[in-house]
C-alpha cells in the first residue's frame, strides 16, 4: 500500500546506493517535478547535490524568489543562479513566429544550462571531486509516453528544462519514474516543500514568451506577468484550484481595440483568459468560471495592468485549440 514516508525512505536508500560519494547536479525549473526530485536527492546526498536554476526572463511574478529564498531555505540545498535575462531578450527580439519562439528558447536554454554545468564541472574536478549524475524529474507518465510507439504528429516543440543533449556525460538519477503527480505532490508535501510549489498547476518550458502573441519586449513581458499575477491570486483567492488544470494567461500584443477611460479614449491590447480542466493535458475544455470571479478579474487587470483596456474569455475546448496559444 502507498505511503508517502516509505517510498521517501526507499528512494533515498536507492539514491544513496547509486550516487555513493560522487556529485550530482540537478536543474530546477520552479515546477513540482524537479523541486521534489532535487528535494528527494538532497536528503539521500546532501551537499554532494548542486541545483541550477535558469533566470531567463519569462518566469511569473516571484518564481525566482519563491526557488532562491523559499525553496531553498526550507532544503538547504546549494543553489547556483544563472541570470540570462539579457540574453534572451536579445535573442527574442523581434521574433513573432511562436515555432522560432520555441527553438530560440530551447537553443538558449540548453546554451546557458550547459555553460553552467561546465563551470561546476571544471569546479569540481579541481577539488577532485567529480559530477557523475544529473537529476531528472522524469515521471511515470512521461516514461509511458515517450517509450510508446507515437503515431501523434508533432504539434508543439516542447521544451523541457534540463532538455537532454545526445552526448549526455552523465548518468541520469530519476526518482520520480514510478510516479504520478499526485504522489509526487504527496512526496513534496512530507518532505516541508512549499504550497507555491508543490501545489502548482503546469508552466510551459518556455514561459511566457509563448504567451506572447508578438515579439517579445520587456515592457510586454513586465505587463503580462502583471495580469497573470492578478488572475493567479484571484483564482486561488476565490477556491478555484482544484476545478482549473492550468489557466494560461496571454497577451495579445499585435492586437489593439478602443476603449474609454474616464473622459479619454485609450487604444490598448485584449489579455485572454485560458482556463481549462484537464485530466492529462492531451484533451480539455474550458473552465466555466464563476461570473463574478471573471468580473473581479477583468476589473482589476483593466484599473491596474497600464495598456490592457479589454479582457477576454477563451471558450474552445482542445481540440481544436491548444491549451496554449503558441
Ligand atoms: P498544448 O498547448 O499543446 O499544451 O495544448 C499541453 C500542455 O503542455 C504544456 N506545454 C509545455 N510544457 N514545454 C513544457 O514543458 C513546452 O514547450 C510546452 N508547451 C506547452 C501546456 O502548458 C499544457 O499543460
Not at 185 to 199: C, D, F, T, W
Not at 289 to 296: F, G, R, S, T
Amino acid at each position: 500500500d502507498w505511503n508517502s514516508e516509505n517510498v521517501i525512505e526507499t528512494q533515498v536508500a536507492l539514491i544513496r546506493k547509486q550516487i555513493g560519494t560522487s556529485r550530482v547536479i540537478c536543474g530546477l525549473s520552479g515546477g513540482v517535478d524537479s523541486a521534489v526530485a532535487a528535494a528527494l536527492v538532497h536528503k539521500a546526498v546532501g551537499d554532494q547535490l548542486v541545483c541550477i536554476f535558469v533566470d531567463h526572463g519569462l518566469l511569473r511574478q516571484d518564481e525566482r524568489r519563491q526557488v532562491e529564498e523559499d525553496y531553498v531555505r526550507i532544503t538547504g540545498i546549494r543553489l547556483v543562479t544563472v541570470d540570462v535575462r539579457e540574453q534572451f531578450l536579445t535573442a527574442l527580439a523581434g521574433v513573432s513566429d511562436p515555432e522560432t519562439k520555441r527553438k530560440i528558447i530551447g537553443r538558449e536554454f540548453i546554451r546557458t544550462f550547459e555553460q553552467a554545468e561546465r563551470d561546476l564541472v571544471a569546479e569540481a574536478d579541481a577539488d577532485g571531486q567529480p559530477i557523475k549524475f544529473l537529476v531528472q524529474g522524469t515521471l511515470y507518465p512521461d516514461v509511458v509516453e515517450s517509450g510508446g510507439g507515437s503515431g501523434t504528429a508533432n504539434i508543439k516543440s516542447h521544451h523541457n528544462v534540463g532538455g537532454l543533449p545526445d552526448d549526455l556525460q552523465f548518468e541520469l538519477v530519476e526518482p520520480l519514474r514510478a510516479l504520478f503527480k499526485d504522489e509526487v505532490r504527496a512526496i513534496g508535501r512530507e518532505l516541508g516543500l512549499p504550497h507555491e510549489i508543490v501545489g502548482r498547476q503546469p508552466f510551459p518550458g518556455p514561459g511566457l514568451g509563448i504567451r506572447i502573441v508578438g515579439d517579445i519586449t520587456q515592457e510586454r513581458l513586465d505587463l503580462l506577468r502583471k495580469a497573470d499575477a492578478i488572475v493567479r491570486f484571484e483564482l486561488t483567492a476565490a477556491g478555484l484550484d482544484d476545478e482549473i488544470w492550468q489557466c494560461p494567461v496571454v497577451l495579445l500584443a499585435d492586437v489593439r481595440s478602443v476603449g474609454v477611460m474616464g473622459d479619454g479614449r485609450t487604444y490598448g491590447h485584449p489579455i485572454v483568459l485560458r482556463p481549462v480542466s484537464s485530466e492529462d493535458a492531451m484533451t480539455a475544455d474550458w473552465t466555466r468560471l464563476p461570473y463574478d470571479v471573471l468580473a473581479k478579474i477583468s476589473n482589476r487587470i483593466t484599473n491596474e495592468v497600464a495598456g490592457v483596456n479589454r479582457v477576454v474569455l477563451d471558450v474552445t475546448s482542445k481540440p481544436p485549440g491548444t491549451i496554449e496559444w503558441e
